[in-house]
């Protein structure tokens, strides 16, 4: 059988292979090239709530985060009531700076404190050889996640990098897709997406500004008390 170009490549993973395959595949390793085949399942990255058992007291080392997760669960929680007194519900957070302090644990704190799916991503999963396949398939991607849920992006800055003079022209069609699905998603009420970033500087201002991720919170190192 020959080598199937729809193969997903992932350092991450390991794949039983003929030796006759390796070569190529070391390759494609070696150039830093990952992209998920076309049988990629969004479930490989799905949590249910009874899994994850984080809970918002759990959050005792930064007391401004668990004030700011407290404010973001109880508006979840109680979507119809806050949007009959026109106050907005947080549907895009970005959790930022510094590397290692709990970004992905208060994450998962709201999706058990709101009983939700939860699903944790990175960026390098939506990484595919060719652009155009990427815009195609994105869409795709999204369309599989399952509502209500919470959506977890790490190291968002790998995808919604700056445009500049210099970035690649093939990396503006990716952002400027991602964007747009963004504001598509903004109509589907019942699913929170929570991205995280320690280069909050290297993120493009289009995906900074209000109706995208507007709400920002601070995951500093534990507090004096902690």
Same mark, same amino acid.
């Given at each position: 059988?020959?080598?199937?170009?729809?193969?997903?490549?992932?350092?991450?993973?390991?794949?039983?292979?003929?030796?006759?395959?390796?070569?190529?595949?070391?390759?494609?390793?070696?150039?830093?090239?990952?992209?998920?085949?076309?049988?990629?399942?969004?479930?490989?990255?799905?949590?249910?709530?009874?899994?994850?058992?984080?809970?918002?007291?759990?959050?005792?080392?930064?007391?401004?985060?668990?004030?700011?997760?407290?404010?973001?669960?109880?508006?979840?929680?109680?979507?119809?009531?806050?949007?009959?007194?026109?106050?907005? %519900?947080?549907?895009?957070? /970005?959790? =930022?700076?510094?590397?290692?302090?709990? @970004?992905?644990?208060?994450?998962?704190?709201? #999706?058990?404190?709101?009983?939700?799916?939860?699903?944790?991503?990175?960026?390098?999963?939506?990484?595919?050889?060719?652009?155009?396949?990427?815009?195609?398939?994105?869409?795709?991607?999204?369309?599989?996640?399952?509502?209500?849920?919470?959506?977890?992006?790490?190291?968002?800055?790998?995808?919604?990098?700056?445009?500049?003079?210099?970035?690649?022209?093939?990396?503006?069609? %990716?952002?400027?897709?991602? /964007?747009? =699905?963004?504001?598509?998603?903004?109509? @589907?009420?019942?699913?929170?997406?929570?991205? #995280?970033?320690?280069?909050?500087?290297?993120?493009?201002?289009?995906?900074?500004?209000?109706?995208?991720?507007?709400?920002?919170?601070?995951?500093?190192?534990?507090?004096?008390?902690?």
């Amino acid at each position: 059988d020959s080598y199937s170009k729809d193969m997903m490549i992932d350092k991450h993973k390991v794949f039983s292979v003929s030796s006759s395959k390796k070569s190529t595949i070391n390759n494609l390793l070696n150039n830093k090239i990952m992209r998920p085949s076309n049988d990629f399942e969004i479930t490989s990255f799905m949590y249910m709530p009874k899994k994850i058992k984080i809970k918002l007291k759990d959050i005792w080392w930064n007391f401004k985060l668990k004030t700011e997760l407290e404010k973001v669960i109880k508006q979840f929680k109680n979507r119809e009531m806050f949007e009959e007194v026109w106050v907005t %519900i947080p549907r895009w957070i /970005l959790l =930022y700076w510094p590397p290692g302090t709990g @970004k992905t644990l208060a994450a998962k704190t709201l #999706a058990w404190e709101v009983w939700e799916i939860f699903y944790n991503i990175k960026a390098s999963d939506f990484m595919w050889i060719h652009v155009n396949e990427w815009v195609k398939n994105l869409k795709k991607i999204f369309a599989w996640l399952q509502s209500p849920s919470i959506v977890f992006i790490d190291e968002i800055d790998g995808i919604a990098k700056k445009r500049n003079w210099n970035i690649p022209q093939e990396d503006i069609k %990716i952002i400027n897709a991602f /964007l747009e =699905y963004i504001d598509w998603f903004n109509e @589907k009420k019942d699913i929170l997406f929570v991205w #995280a970033t320690n280069r909050i500087e290297d993120i493009d201002e289009a995906f900074l500004r209000a109706w995208r991720f507007d709400y920002k919170i601070f995951v500093d190192y534990p507090d004096l008390e902690a």
